[in-house]
């Protein structure tokens, strides 16, 4: 995550909520399970909408379920069956780190996606 060469924490801070969108992108990543690890010989990847994790730690831990949604903005996602009800009655996503889940499955629907995990992979 370097973005900024720099030692001070208050740089680095700095650096990290006024980040660009395409470099969020990396702050989006998550480890892969075990089983994925081993196919693919990565440990992690950006979460993606589609991909299906399993929530580690928080309230919702032990929940697995799809991304919904990611926001990169607030570098968070937003998990199918993590809610919260609302005084109002309604039932709202409840946002999530990145790094509290672990992806259990990944939607390689997209080719580029398939492209990226060749290149990192290890395992040939």
Known sequence: MSLVKSKKPGKMRKAYFNAPYHVRHKF???PLSDALKAEYGIKRLPVR???TVLIVRGDFAGHEGKVVRVDRKRVRIFVEGATRRKTSG?????PIHPSKVVITKLDLSDEYRRKIIERKSKVK
């Open 49 to 51: 909408k589609g991909d």
């Open 90 to 94: 309604s039932t709202v996503l409840v």
């Open 28 to 30: 989006m990543n998550a």
